[in-house]
């Protein structure tokens, strides 16, 4: 089945204390991202890849780090969490061309206290 | 990005059709025209998408106006499964074209009624 996976689903923890959230796509994408949602905000962008080795900032990428080893993965990586970075985080994947539709994992909701 | 415009929410009953309408003056001429749903606690989820002419599949109908700045979304028979917030996005299209993002809005909060 085609899918987004990311790991964990749900995680509190405080603040300072490094995190990394995975995230797996099986469809052989080029393109994945990830986005945070927040109330009344949306889904906004943080990081992008446009393919292994290739990043480059959303609109809000402070706070955070990504990398792209392998086509397939794409983690998110808070060096030094903050409160303000507690939402709930998607990642998606899409193949590069116009017009292509994202696929979203279900999301992990961070807490940080 | 060229703005969309939805309704905050709209209401409808089951196993009627349901006509979502999004707005986009400014769209241009490469602009993609997509629609996700996100049912609670989920990530949001492709519905359809078109560039000038009508599309239909599994799950809905996508009516584009001949000028393209306004398009519709049609469930043709609304279940309580429909009950979602749903976006109209557009993306650019170009050749190596920015579909790695969208901009999502507050999209429109449909409510099915049994």
């Known amino acids: 089945e085609a899918q987004v996976t990311q790991n964990p689903r749900y995680l509190i923890t405080v603040t300072g204390k490094k995190l990394t959230v995975t995230c797996s796509q099986n469809m052989n994408h080029e393109y994945m991202s990830w986005y945070r949602q927040d109330p009344g905000l949306g889904l906004r962008q943080i990081y992008y890849?446009?393919?292994?080795?290739?990043?480059d900032k959303g609109d809000v990428p402070e706070g955070y780090k990504v990398s792209r080893k392998e086509k397939r993965n794409f983690p998110l990586i808070l060096e030094s969490p903050s409160p303000n970075q507690t939402s709930l985080y998607f990642c998606a994947s899409t193949r590069a061309g116009g017009g292509q539709p994202q696929h979203f994992g279900d999301g992990t909701r961070l807490s940080i206290l | 990005d060229a703005k969309t415009t939805q309704p905050n929410s709209m209401e409808s009953n089951e196993e009627e059709p349901v006509h979502l309408p999004c707005n986009h003056s400014t769209i241009s001429g490469t602009d993609y025209i997509h629609w996700y749903r996100q049912l609670p606690s989920q990530g949001p989820e492709y519905v359809i998408h078109?560039?000038?002419s009508n599309v239909n599949n599994r799950m809905a109908s996508l009516a584009i106006a001949e000028d393209r700045k306004s398009s519709t979304l049609i469930l043709h028979r609304a279940t309580l499964r429909d009950a979602a917030v749903y976006y109209c996005i557009l993306s650019r299209g170009t050749s190596g074209g920015s579909n790695y993002k969208l901009t999502f809005g507050k999209g429109t909060l449909l409510t099915v009624n049994p």
């Open positions: 078109g560039l000038t």
């Open positions: 890849s446009m393919n292994v080795e290739v990043t």
